[in-house]
């Protein structure tokens, strides 16, 4: 019999009605109650959280991976509920601080809380059970009817029950009525499993509109960022015309700030080799993001600076965040 744990960190799935709105106040052993008795494995729970998803910031991601580190020291597979909102970044975050652990780290959440009478968390959270027992290594987000690879992962509705997308590739796995089918799982870097849990939040992220002004960019210099993550128009614009963000973004470069170029449309790549204005961009500390999602370009970033030689980390495809 497969050994799993649960580690609740709150999030709409443990929500209960306050006096000041919903909530996360049940426990993890309230949620695994839930759904023990239907499920052929044991199951231990702990709370390492209980907190609203849009308060978990890149401390609470190094937290959580060290208690998942030890967790899986004892145990076949982790499951993590947890918030919808920012579901997708801690699920990337954990997919570089976990990369090569051989075992599977699930992230489950619901849009209704547990006790709700049409809620999708008793399902949500029988799949994720079920996608642990199952062994495949590596961190997802099991929701819905769908299994996606952490660093694949973008909330893209906010109320629907099928709320997250795997963007730039397949989903992992999915469920149909004869169970799970993994089709896609999160590649796995070749080296020895080792936690690295350290991050740097000293990460901003900007979404680049016409006319947006060089002066933010060097914004991001005098308040102390170490990094920048660009999402520049299709395949990696940016103006230079009366407006020239492509001497800044060098400017930055040369201060010692790394930059990444993702894009902003959702599907399909950046590639900065096309365009006379992103080719003006290849240099060595301005990155190309390539397929990542945005999602998964900050938490890179942000893991990285937390890491000795970040370029070295940030120009590898570490468990298929980019092709």
């Known amino acids: 019999m497969k050994k799993l744990m649960l580690l609740a960190t709150g999030g709409t799935i443990a929500c209960t009605p306050t006096e000041n709105g919903l909530a996360p106040t049940l426990h993890a052993q309230n949620l695994v109650d839930c759904v023990a008795d239907k499920l052929p494995c044991e199951i231990s729970a702990r709370d390492v959280f209980m907190m609203d998803s849009s308060n978990m910031q890149p401390e609470e991601w190094s937290a959580l991976a060290r208690a998942i580190d030890e967790a899986l020291k004892d145990c076949d597979g982790v499951v993590v509920t947890h918030g919808t909102d920012t579901m997708a970044y801690t699920a990337a975050a954990l997919s570089y601080m976990l990369a090569g652990v051989g075992k599977p780290v699930i992230l489950t959440g619901s849009q209704l809380p547990i006790s709700h009478p049409l809620t999708d968390a008793r399902l949500n959270l029988l799949r994720a059970f079920t996608a642990a027992m199952q062994g495949t290594p590596g961190v997802y987000v099991c929701f819905h009817d769908q299994l996606i690879s952490g660093v694949r992962c973008v909330k893209t509705h906010t109320s629907s029950m099928n709320a997250f997308s795997s963007v730039n590739a397949r989903a992992a796995g999915f469920f149909d009525v004869e169970g799970l089918h993994i089709v896609s799982p999160q ?15 000293h990460v901003f992220l900007l979404k680049l509109a016409p006319g947006t002004s060089p002066d933010v960019l060097r914004f991001v210099r005098q308040a102390g960022y170490r990094g920048l993550v660009i999402e520049a128009f299709g395949l990696g614009g940016l103006h230079y015309i009366r407006r020239n963000l492509v001497r800044a973004m060098e400017e930055l470069g040369e201060s010692g700030i790394y930059v990444l170029v993702v894009s902003q449309c959702l599907y399909e790549k ?18 190309n993001g390539r397929d990542m999602t945005t999602e998964a370009a900050v938490c ?24």
Request: hydrophobic share 35%.
């Open 187 to 201: 590649p796995q870097p070749a080296n020895e499993y080792r936690l690295r849990d350290g991050i740097d939040p």
């Open 270 to 287: 950046a590639d900065l080799s096309v365009y006379e204005v992103g080719r003006g961009l290849m240099k060595d500390y301005i990155l």
């Open 300 to 323: 890179k970033m942000m893991w990285a600076l937390g890491q000795e030689d970040p370029v070295r980390w940030l120009k590898q495809s570490l468990v298929g965040e980019y092709r």
